[in-house]
């Protein structure tokens, strides 16, 4: 019974989706008001019903109910509770059906916080949203149904991929999907606003904190799957430009580019166009990054099922946004002026410089990312685009990017003076070196050049963010959240990039061969390996290895990685024994057994690779922040939109206050 | 400057900025592409040595043989039609590779066809094969009926 309800709701979804994406823009277009007023209610509507459906399906795999194919095919009654929720997204119908969930709850929250938007313009938004909707609903009803039920019921079901049974995991793709379909706001905006023709500061102001929560959430959602890699897949590693994980990158690197691009559009009437493309790019991706993780067209550890069926309606529907979008835009592009000049020195080619390297990078990636399926697809050949080729090319572009970074937060709109700027710069500038040259040299084995200029890129960064705040000349608390936002992300990305090239750099990875009571010494460690036993956990059982770990005799740590089967014909996990630290993470896992009592092992000595997530967790806070600045509020409480000249105004003050600083 | 001027500087910048991109991006694709043979390529000859390129197909039973001090090991790769390389590594192997079973290596070839590896990828799923090893193995311009032996993935 209960998965018929959600079926039925899905179907009523569909429908009200339809409706949704019909009528409102066709009243703006007729100035009909009723129909312009449907779209809060039916944004509303499909909250509701996308919610029964996933509750239904919560429901069945709590009850363990196998008539359910999806539900058979992934879960059974040992596992633990909080994976048989996580399992409603572990595999391909479930997921879209989150997808389609979260779609709908961004939709009712923009309903929800419309206040101070023109009803018309928010019935093309909601409507926008609406077809979305409905082209995901058409997927999944047509293609992927997850209530489809299953005869005869088997008396146990299969189990969720081992993979997923983790707690990182089991929040990585919603919050990934948060950013995914996050995106569609300010898509959906973009479009909007092409449709009336107008693009004014009003658009970008709003979209703005939209699309920061939105790139909050997918800042989190890769930087879970990031960590979970790292300490779930045994390899150690923590990013590997796996062609999904590129996928989620591309989206995350544009949305970038938007935040703050948006900003040069809301405060000085410039990079109107741009702006409006990369909201498009932005969620383009998104799908992209779908389709390519559902057609199976990729070799990777997400491609787990592959239907051509789906795949081809992805990629049609990909086609059909992009083409749409694109031709809407090549329409209404010309007439979009810019009346915002700038010269060559100002915050506006600050931002310019970001936005570009940010779409340089994105291209690389998707480049090598598709590539071999051009490639492929062509008969030339199976190739594979190595990480070298992402490494060679991400480092220029990010040398740019953070020097730019520097600066950057410190230009003025419009014009600006280079003697000025550097002038405010310049004992940054030195101290920035000095750190360069000492924390190599102080505290590492040895000194390198590419270390030295990560950690003078992070330090130059994370101390122009400060000084900037301490320019402000205000109380600290008294600081707008969003002065405080950008300083915080900034400094995270700082202790991403320490992270990434000081563990890069510094890392001592070694595989060995240990026999029950042998000792391996490795970067002052002394590890001993006291064999290996047999555990049994809820639905797996482990072999589970000590191994003490000391320093010049005193005791570090004891770890327990474990070699995990979860049966039934799934693969063997790898559970890392990590012990974590601010300065060091000491990895031990488990290879595979070489005889009697030896084993294969891998042990890893890795300097500060938790600031590559700490960095993410500040970025992810400092979006937050930026996002809930009172700013955004009141303009919505005013209600007006800001002519130009006002929006100057607005800018001049904000130089006048840096001035007085 | 005027607003010409300004949009000229603009283009030539994108246009230098462009330039610069492509000739980075053919240099990083150059030297890291890996191309994919099947065993019965490299016989033949058509892989060339020394140079990084990625070997597909299954792991022959009962071929792979451990060191007993270190993690030196060595498997044989085939085609299940006679043609076999035999892989050389030192590393820890992944959690799914078995004999029988699909992998795909990534490394060198010595000059009498031995393969050095870097890396060993096996499937990541105990239902998935890698498409290309499927395709591989099947691609072969061998009849049909020589295919049939039963190969589980």
Request: charged share 15%; net charge positive; proline share 4%.
């Amino acid at each position: 019974m209960i998965p018929e309800i959600g079926h039925f709701a899905l179907v009523l979804a569909l429908v009200i989706a339809l409706v949704q994406s019909v009528f409102p823009i066709l009243g703006t277009v007729t100035n009909n008001a009723q129909w312009v007023a449907m779209a809060k209610p039916t944004a509303r509507a499909q909250l509701l019903f996308m919610s029964i459906a996933f509750a239904c399906l919560v429901i069945s795999f709590l009850d363990s109910d196998f008539s359910v194919r999806y539900v058979a095919n992934n879960s059974n009654t040992l596992m633990p509770t909080i994976y048989k929720v996580s399992a409603v997204w572990g595999a391909h119908e479930g997921s879209l059906l989150l997808w389609g969930l979260i779609l709908s709850v961004w939709a009712a929250l923009v309903s929800i916080f419309s206040k101070g938007i023109s009803a018309v313009m928010l019935a093309r938004v909601l409507s926008v949203m609406g077809m979305i909707g409905v082209g995901f609903l058409l997927f999944m009803l047509l293609t992927s149904n997850p209530f489809e039920r299953l005869f005869p019921i088997p008396a146990e079901g299969r189990t969720l991929n081992p993979l997923l049974q983790d707690p990182g995991l089991a929040i990585h793709p919603p919050m990934l999907y948060m950013g995914y379909v996050g995106f569609s706001v300010a898509f959906a905006f973009a479009i909007a606003a092409m449709l009336g023709g107008k693009l004014d500061a009003a658009w970008a102001r709003w979209a703005r904190p939209w699309t920061n929560v939105a790139w909050v959430f997918l800042t989190i959602g890769i930087a879970l799957g990031s960590w979970w890699a790292y300490y779930e897949l045994g390899w150690g590693g923590w990013w590997f430009w796996d062609p999904v994980e590129n996928a989620s990158l591309m989206p995350w690197l544009v949305g970038t580019a938007l935040i703050h691009s948006l900003a040069v559009s809301e405060k000085r009437a410039a990079f109107k166009s741009w702006t409006v493309l990369l909201a498009i790019f932005a969620f383009s991706l998104s799908l992209l990054g779908t389709f390519l993780v559902r057609s199976g067209v990729l070799t990777s550890v997400h491609a787990f099922a592959s239907d051509p069926e789906r795949g081809l309606f992805i990629l049609i529907f990909l086609v059909l946004v992009v083409g749409s979008s694109l031709v809407l835009y090549a329409i209404r592009a010309p007439k979009l002026r810019s009346t915002g000049t700038f010269s060559v020195i100002s915050r506006e080619v600050g931002l310019l410089v970001n936005n570009v390297v940010l779409v340089a990078m994105t291209a690389t990636v998707l480049l090598g990312t598709l590539y071999p399926l051009f490639i492929d697809a062509l008969g030339m050949g199976k190739i594979s685009v190595g990480p070298p080729y992402f490494n060679t090319l991400s480092l220029p572009l990010g040398i740019v990017l953070f020097s730019a970074m520097g600066f950057g937060l410190f230009l003025r709109w419009k014009k600006d003076k280079p003697e000025r700027l550097f002038a405010k710069v310049r004992w940054v500038l030195l101290l920035a070196l000095i750190i360069a040259f000492l924390v190599p040299i102080l505290f590492m084995e040895s000194f390198t050049v590419k270390a030295a200029l990560g950690v003078f890129l992070a330090s130059w960064v994370s101390l122009t963010a400060l000084l900037w705040v301490q320019e402000q000349g205000r109380s600290p608390f008294k600081l707008p959240l969003a002065i405080w936002g950008a300083a915080i992300a900034h400094i995270g990305m700082a202790v991403t990039v320490a992270g990434i090239s000081l563990t890069s750099m510094y890392s001592v990875e070694k595989d060995v061969r240990l026999d029950k009571g042998e000792t391996y010494e490795m970067a002052g460690y002394l590890f001993a390996f006291n064999g290996v036993e047999k555990v049994q956990g809820p639905n797996y059982i482990a072999q589970r290895g000590e191994i003490v770990i000391t320093r010049k005799g005193e005791a570090i740590a004891t770890l327990h990685p474990e070699k995990r089967n979860y049966g039934q014909g799934t693969m063997p996990m790898t559970e890392a024994g990590i012990d974590g630290g601010f300065f060091r993470d000491l990895f031990v896992a488990l290879g595979e057994p070489l005889g009697e009592q030896a084993w294969s092992l891998r042990l890893y000595h890795k300097p500060v690779v938790n600031w590559i997530w700490l960095g993410a967790a500040l970025m992810s806070l400092g979006g937050f922040l930026a996002a809930f600045d009172k700013r955004y509020r009141m303009v919505r409480r005013r209600s007006q939109k800001l002519t130009p000249k006002q929006s100057d105004a607005l800018a001049a003050t904000a130089t006048k206050q840096e001035v007085t600083a | 400057m005027t607003a010409r001027h300004k949009r000229i500087v603009f283009i030539i910048l994108g246009l230098c900025a462009v330039a610069a991109a492509s000739m980075m991006i053919t240099q990083a694709m150059k030297s890291n592409l890996a191309y994919l043979y099947a065993p019965e390529a490299v016989l033949a000859g058509e892989a060339p040595k020394d140079r990084l390129i990625r070997l597909g197909g299954l792991v022959k039973k009962d071929s792979l043989v451990r060191s007993q001090t270190s993690l030196d090991l060595s498997f044989v790769l085939t085609d299940n039609r006679g043609h076999e390389i035999t892989v050389n590594y030192n590393k820890i192997l992944p959690d799914l590779f078995k004999e029988e079973q699909s992998a795909v290596v990534k490394g060198k070839l010595t000059a009498d066809n031995q393969f050095m590896a870097e890396e060993v990828l096996a499937k990541h799923d105990a239902e998935y094969m890698p498409p290309e090893v499927k395709d591989v193995l099947e691609q072969e311009h061998t009849p049909k009926a020589d295919a049939k032996q039963e190969v589980k993935y």
